[in-house]
Nanobody, 123 residues
């Protein structure tokens, strides 16, 4: 059974940084892409970033480009999201997701999801 467990969320002031982690377990993940999505209160879940498992190909949503960095440690089946220069509008529950195949930006393209971790950025 595939499990994704996120950690690293919390409360931070605007301009601060947080590092989210997502540990995957339950199968071999060679060839699987992993992504981060977020959902603010009252809004739809949106794509944030994704990374391929093999070559480290990345994709970012426009508003986080240059501030967030996605990376992964294949030996630990873990993906990270380093978030710098955080803004109040980054406040959301952040979800980790995994899919077999290439990097993707649409929710429906992902097969497994974590439970989410809350990120709150105060002004």
């Amino acid at each position: 059974q595939v499990q994704l467990v996120e950690s690293g969320g919390g409360l931070v002031q605007a301009g601060g940084s947080l590092r989210l982690s997502c540990a995957a377990s339950g199968r071999t993940f060679s060839g699987y892409a992993m992504g981060w999505f977020r959902q603010a209160s009252g809004k739809e879940r949106e794509f944030v970033a994704a990374i391929s498992w093999g070559r480290g190909i990345t994709s970012y949503e426009g508003s986080v480009k240059g501030r967030f960095t996605i990376s992964r440690d294949n030996a630990k089946n873990t993906v990270y999201l380093q978030m710098n220069s955080l803004k109040p509008e980054d406040t959301a529950v952040y979800y980790c997701a995994i899919r077999g195949g290439r990097v993707a930006t649409m929710m429906q393209e992902y097969d497994y999801w974590g439970q989410g971790t809350q990120v709150t950025v105060s002004s």
